[in-house]
């Protein structure tokens, strides 16, 4: 909960820069979200331009001053995100704000390790913002619901998914005694990777039984993939159907953020957070667009 001193409103500059960072109401606020969804379309242009060899020895340089330039860009849009909330390290510990520091950290790592500069393409989350910007409350809405059914379903998961790791391990001993060294089953750890990969999808074809036990195993090992890999979307569906949350009304704005907890979804008119108390800014008239 924030203090007394927190629920202060901004004011001066720190209010103005937040309304266009965090607000997409406003005409400077949907101007520079839509700046920045295309800044970071073209950062992950130049990425993934960059990673393919020919165009890298006709234009690498090019890519990378473009690439540093973007960097340098999200690096003060970062900078200016903490500078302009109540608390810096509350925002840089949420999931954006996350986001926000991976999506720049990847070039200036580049320096002592050049290859994970490639990583940068981490950017794509923050492309998550368009939810926000673009009002698509009601997606937002599903995929808190999804959310919540996931979480509501992990116990179940997670003995489903144990008692997986279990079956794969059973079937890649069975298949190393069965087809051995001799067949590429070099080890259990290989049979193993072979169980996982047969009971996930079809297998890859790098490593197959030849033996006609161990077809008849392979065989049976597919036919229950199929049956498996419907468990898990059943239990998530099942919380799903059990409790739906209810759907945000059209006063809610997926767009109104709070500048101390960083929730969403408040009324147009509200003045406060109504999960932390703290007072909304909110755009002078003739701002809202």
């Known amino acids: 909960m924030p203090t007394q001193e927190e629920l202060i409103p901004l004011s001066g500059w720190r209010r103005k820069l937040y309304i266009i960072i965090f607000e997409a109401d406003t005409r400077s606020g ?5 700046a920045l969804i295309v800044s970071i379309i073209l950062s992950l242009l130049t990425v ?8 890298r020895q006709q234009w690498g340089p090019q890519l990378k001053i473009l690439d540093w330039l973007f960097t340098i860009l999200f690096t003060l849009e970062y900078l200016l995100r903490l ?10 510990r949420s999931f954006f704000g ?3 520091l991976l999506s720049i950290l990847p070039l200036y790592l580049g320096l002592f390790i050049p290859e994970s500069r490639f990583l940068a393409d981490i950017r794509v989350l923050r492309l998550l913002r368009m ?5 698509l409350t009601r997606y937002m809405g599903e995929a808190r619901e999804l ?6 379903s992990r116990r179940k998961i997670i003995v489903f998914l144990g008692t997986v790791v279990l079956l794969v391990i059973i079937l890649g001993t069975l298949m190393y005694v069965i087809e051995g060294e001799a067949n590429g089953f070099t080890s259990i750890p290989v049979g193993i990777y072979w169980a996982i990969v047969t009971l996930t999808t079809v297998g890859f074809g790098d490593i197959t039984p030849k033996t006609p036990l ?3 195993l392979a065989s049976l090992v597919m036919i229950t993939g199929y049956g498996i890999i419907a468990v898990p979307t059943g239990i998530v569906t099942a919380e799903i159907a059990r409790g739906a949350s209810a759907t945000p009304t059209d006063k809610q704005s997926a767009t109104r953020l709070c500048p101390h907890c960083f929730s969403e979804g408040h009324d147009w008119d509200a003045r406060f957070c109504k999960h932390c108390g703290g007072t909304l800014p909110r755009p002078a008239r003739g701002e809202v667009s």
């Open 83 to 92: 500078a302009c909330v109540h608390k810096p390290l509350r925002y840089a």
């Open 147 to 152: 959310k919540r059914a996931m979480l509501a």
């Open 131 to 135: 939810f926000r910007i673009l009002k």
């Open 214 to 216: 161990g077809q008849a």
């Open 30 to 34: 949907r101007l520079f979200d839509l």
């Open 98 to 100: 996350v986001v926000d």
């Open 48 to 55: 993934i331009l960059e990673s393919v060899a020919s165009i």
